[in-house]
């Protein structure tokens, strides 16, 4: 499978924000916890893109978003002089 679940962003942010709560600093928690929630954010918006696929929106209370419909991309003609 391509892409990591959104489940495995979310334990990782969890477990750094309660260490972090906890006042550890045996690593850079805050970091981890920007860097999870940004790549949970990223991959959500790539499944609903359609580049990812949507069972990596693996969450129970959080269902599959429609992937956008496919856009043809404009065809460019270089005429040559």
Avoid: F
Avoid at 5 to 20: A, G, K, T, V
């Amino acid at each position: 499978m391509k892409g990591i679940p959104l489940s495995h962003y979310q334990d990782s942010l969890m477990r750094h924000i309660l260490s972090w709560a906890e006042g550890d600093q045996s690593e850079d928690h805050m970091g981890a916890i920007l860097w999870n929630a940004a790549c949970a954010d990223w991959t959500e918006q790539q499944v609903k893109l359609g580049k990812l696929p949507a069972d990596l929106i693996d969450l129970p209370y959080r269902p599959a978003p429609t992937p956008a419909p496919h856009q043809e991309r404009p065809e460019i003609v270089v005429k040559v002089l």
